[in-house]
C-alpha cells in the first residue's frame, strides 16, 4: 500500500512550493503573504516552541472590549481590569466608567458596576486579599489653546471657628471688579481653628490671654462664567462667595494670584474603594486626605498602603503631602512629606526603608524629583543612590525587584525623556541593595531604546520583558514587536517568540497562576507612520506561553493538597507527587500594574525540604522581604518548569497598640514622627 502524506506534510510541502514559485515570478505582495504563511507555520513547531515559547489571542466578545488602563491579579485567579473613562472624555461626560473581570481558566468574561473614574487611579494589595483603588480621575485634561475661560485655583477661607463650610459645586466667587468664576466641584472647608496666646504689658507684666483664629483653608478649581479676556488676572485678590449671608458672607472668601488660559491638567479624585475578589464588587471606604491622579500606592510591612504622588484637585501635581491607608480601620492618615513626580516606582525593601528607582510615568518638573535613592519612612531622610546611566531618560522606564527577593536587587529597563522627548534609551541597571553604598552598575542593554516596556518576573526567576516603543505613545509607527527574557545570573538577554500585538502608552503584562503571562492595551498617538491618522486604544488580549510549558507536560511539578495560610517564619507541607525533582519553591506576589508600574511584584525564595509524595516549604520570618498578603506558590523542577500556583496567604504580624492621632493628623507615637523636610 502507498505512503499517503499527511495533512501538515501536504500544508508544509505547498506552503514551501509557494515561496518558491513566487521568488521566481518575483511577486512581492503575494511573497509577503507566502512568507507570512511559513512563519506562522515556523513558530508552530514544536522545536521553535520549547525555544522561544508561543503568543495566542484571547477571543474577547465586543461587549467586553474595554480601554485596559489598569490590571491587577487577584487572589481567585482572576484579573481585574479596569478602564474608568478609558480615556475617552465621552465616556467620562456621559459618566461611563468600565470594569472587566476575566477569568484565564475557561477565559469567560463579566462586567462589573464601577461606582466612579477610577481611570488613573492607584492600586495595591491587602493582607486579606482585597484589592485597594484610590484616586482617579475629576475632570479631564483641556489643551493649550482650547481653553476659552480663564481658570485655575481658588483658596477657600474660612475664619469662623464655630462651624465648617460646604460649598457646593458651581458655586461663584466675584473679583473685585465684578468678574465672576464658579468652582467646577463640592468644596468642603473646615472651622478655623483658636490660639492661646499670653501677651505681656509694660514692665514685663503678664496680661490676660488673648485668642487668636487662624483662618481654615481649602482649594477647588473655579472657571470664569464668560469665554474671552475678561476673565485674565495675575493679580492676587480676594473673592466675595455668592449665597453667603450674614456671618458666612464675612468669614468665608477666596483668594486667588493667577486665572489664566494656559493647559489645564487633569485633576484627581480623592475616593479610595476596596475590590472584594470573591462578592466580586468595589467597596466604598474612606476617602484620601488629598486627591491623586497617577498615584502610586505601595504596600508595607505592617499591612499599611502608603499613596504618593498624583495630580491634585486642581491639577498640581501634590507637592509632597503623602498619606498611609490602614486595611485595618479603612481610614487614612498623614505620612511623611517628599515630593515625587507620578506614578514614581517605590519598592519596599529589606529593613523596611522605600527605594525609589527613578522610574516614573510624567508629570512633574524635569529638574525634581527626579532622582533615584533610598527613602526611610521613620525618619523621612532620602539619600540618593548615583551610577545611573541616561539618568535623564528614567520617564516611562520600568523597574522590577529582581529575584529572588532576598538578593535586595533592583533593576531599571529601558525609558524615555520627559513629556514628549523622542529620546528612549537601551539602558538597563542594577543596585545591590546590600552594599554600604549602594550604586547602579550598567547590566546588559535591551536590543534597542525603548519606552513603556513592561516586565514580569518568573517563576524561573527570568525576567521576561515584552512591547513597548522607541517613540512617545508610539508616534511613527514605532512599536516594538519583541519579546526577551533577562537571566540575572548571567546578565543576558535571550530572544522570545514576538508578539502579534504592539503595545505602547496604558498597556500591562502580568504573571498568571499557570506559569503564562497576559498582556492588555496599548493606547497609541497615531495609527500611520506619517502621524496623519489618530491611534485608537489595542483592545485584544494576547497571552504568552513560556518555553518552560512546551516541555514535557508528565514532567511538569505539580502541587496537591496543602494549607492555605502560613505565618512569618511558619511551614506548609503540601502533596506533590514527583517531589525528588522538585528543586526551588517560590512565593510570587500578584501585580497590580499600570503605567508600566508594577511595585507589588516580587519573588521571596523558600526554604524546601523533600519526603515522599510531599514537600514542606519554610516562609522568611521578615515582613519586609514578605508584606502579608495572598501569594502564588510556585515549585520548579531543575530546568525551570513550574507547577501550576497554589494560593497561599502569609499572615500579618499581630496589630500594634492603637495610637490616638494627633492634632496634626500625625498616626504614631512622637520618637516616630517623620518631619515635614525639604528635598535632600
Same mark, same amino acid.
Given at each position: ?99 472587566? !473581570? ?52 481658588? *483658596? ?93 458672607? *464675612? ?48 504596600? @508595607? ?46 519598592? @519596599? &525593601? ?6 525609589? &528607582? ?99 518576573? $518568573? ?5 521576561? &520583558? ?43 503584562? $502580568?504573571? $498568571? ?37 512546551? *516541555? ?6 505539580? !502541587? ?7 505565618? $512569618? ?17 517560590? !512565593? ?8 508600566? &508600574? ?83
Amino acid at each position: 500500500m502507498a505512503h499517503r502524506p499527511s495533512k501538515q506534510f501536504r500544508k508544509t510541502a505547498l506552503g514551501t512550493g509557494a515561496v518558491a514559485l513566487l521568488v521566481a515570478l518575483n511577486a512581492p505582495a503575494a511573497l509577503s503573504f507566502a512568507e507570512g504563511r511559513y512563519h506562522a507555520y515556523k513558530i508552530g513547531q514544536p522545536s521553535y516552541r520549547v525555544q522561544y515559547g508561543s503568543w495566542a489571542l484571547v477571543g474577547l466578545p465586543d461587549e467586553y472590549k474595554i480601554n485596559a488602563m489598569h490590571a491587577a491579579l487577584l487572589r481567585t485567579g482572576k484579573v481585574l481590569l479596569i478602564a474608568g473613562s478609558g480615556n475617552n472624555q465621552r465616556n467620562f461626560d456621559r459618566g461611563t466608567f468600565s470594569t472587566v !473581570l476575566w477569568d484565564p481558566a475557561d477565559d469567560t468574561f463579566k462586567k462589573i458596576p464601577t461606582p466612579e473614574d477610577f481611570f488613573c487611579s492607584g492600586h495595591s494589595q491587602l493582607p486579606d486579599g482585597q484589592l485597594l483603588v484610590a484616586g482617579g480621575t475629576a475632570r479631564y485634561e483641556v489643551l493649550g489653546g482650547k481653553v476659552t475661560r480663564a481658570g485655575g485655583r481658588m *483658596r477657600v477661607k474660612n475664619e469662623s471657628p464655630d462651624k465648617a463650610v460646604r460649598l457646593p459645586k458651581g458655586t461663584v466667587f466675584r473679583s473685585p471688579s465684578g468678574v465672576e468664576y464658579v468652582s467646577k466641584f463640592e468644596v468642603s472647608v473646615p472651622k478655623a481653628t483658636r490660639r492661646f496666646e499670653i501677651a505681656y504689658g509694660r514692665g514685663g507684666r503678664m496680661m490676660p490671654w488673648q485668642t487668636k483664629v487662624v483662618a481654615a483653608e481649602a482649594r477647588v478649581f473655579v472657571e470664569a462664567v464668560e469665554e474671552g479676556a475678561a476673565g485674565l488676572t495675575t493679580q492676587a485678590a480676594q473673592y466675595a462667595v455668592g449665597g453667603l449671608t450674614g456671618g458666612d458672607a *464675612r468669614n468665608v472668601y477666596g483668594l486667588a494670584e493667577r486665572l489664566s488660559a494656559d493647559k489645564q491638567d487633569f485633576q484627581g479624585i480623592k475616593s479610595a474603594y476596596e475590590f472584594d475578589p470573591v462578592a466580586e464588587k468595589y467597596v466604598p471606604v474612606d476617602p484620601m486626605r488629598d486627591a491623586r491622579w497617577y498615584p502610586t500606592l505601595v504596600g @508595607l510591612e505592617d499591612g499599611r498602603v502608603l499613596a504618593v504622588s498624583g495630580l491634585n484637585d486642581v491639577g498640581d501635581v501634590v507637592p509632597g503631602d503623602n498619606e498611609y491607608y490602614d486595611p485595618r480601620t479603612k481610614k487614612w492618615s498623614k505620612g511623611p512629606f517628599r515630593y515625587f513626580p507620578t506614578y514614581p516606582s517605590l519598592f @519596599l &525593601t529589606q529593613g523596611g526603608k522605600l527605594l525609589y &528607582t527613578g522610574s516614573n510615568a510624567g508629570y512633574g518638573p524635569k529638574d525634581k524629583g527626579r532622582e533615584p535613592g533610598v527613602w526611610d519612612l521613620r525618619t523621612n531622610v532620602f539619600r540618593k543612590v548615583a551610577g545611573l546611566a541616561d539618568p535623564d531618560q528614567l520617564e516611562t522606564s520600568s523597574s522590577v525587584l529582581l529575584a529572588p527577593a532576598q538578593d535586595q536587587k533592583v533593576m531599571v529597563l529601558g525609558g524615555g525623556g520627559v513629556g514628549e522627548s523622542r529620546l528612549a534609551t537601551a539602558r538597563t541597571a542594577v543596585v545591590d541593595l546590600k552594599q554600604d553604598t549602594p550604586v547602579f552598575r550598567s547590566t546588559a542593554r535591551l536590543p534597542r531604546g525603548v519606552r513603556y516596556l513592561n516586565s514580569v518576573l $518568573l517563576p524561573d526567576d527570568s525576567v521576561f &520583558t515584552t512591547g513597548g516603543s522607541a517613540d512617545y505613545r508610539g508616534r511613527g509607527a514605532s512599536d516594538i514587536r519583541k519579546a526577551q527574557f533577562y537571566y540575572p545570573r548571567t546578565d543576558t538577554f535571550v530572544p522570545a517568540a514576538d508578539p502579534t500585538v504592539g503595545r505602547n502608552y496604558h498597556s500591562e503584562a $502580568l504573571l $498568571l497562576p499557570d506559569g503564562r503571562v497576559a498582556t492588555f492595551g496599548s493606547d497609541p498617538l497615531f495609527a500611520d507612520k506619517d502621524n496623519t491618522r489618530l491611534g485608537r486604544f489595542e483592545h485584544r488580549l494576547e497571552v504568552y506561553t513560556p518555553p518552560y510549558l512546551h *516541555r514535557d507536560p508528565a514532567l511538569r511539578p505539580v !502541587l496537591g493538597k496543602g494549607p492555605e495560610e502560613v505565618g $512569618l517564619g511558619g511551614s506548609a507541607t503540601f502533596e506533590a507527587p514527583g517531589a525528588e525533582r522538585i528543586e526551588r519553591a517560590r !512565593l510570587m506576589r500578584p501585580s497590580a500594574v499600570t503605567h508600566t &508600574t508594577d511595585v507589588e511584584q516580587r519573588s521571596v525564595e523558600l526554604g524546601l525540604a523533600r519526603t515522599a509524595g510531599a514537600v514542606t516549604v519554610t516562609v522568611p520570618k521578615d515582613p519586609t522581604l514578605v508584606p502579608p498578603g495572598w501569594y502564588m506558590l510556585f515549585v520548579t523542577d531543575a530546568d525551570g518548569t513550574p507547577s501550576v500556583a497554589k494560593w497561599v496567604r502569609v499572615r500579618e504580624a499581630p496589630a500594634p497598640a492603637a495610637v490616638p492621632e494627633s492634632r496634626d493628623g500625625w498616626m504614631g507615637s512622637p520618637g516616630d514622627r517623620s518631619p515635614r523636610s525639604p528635598q535632600d
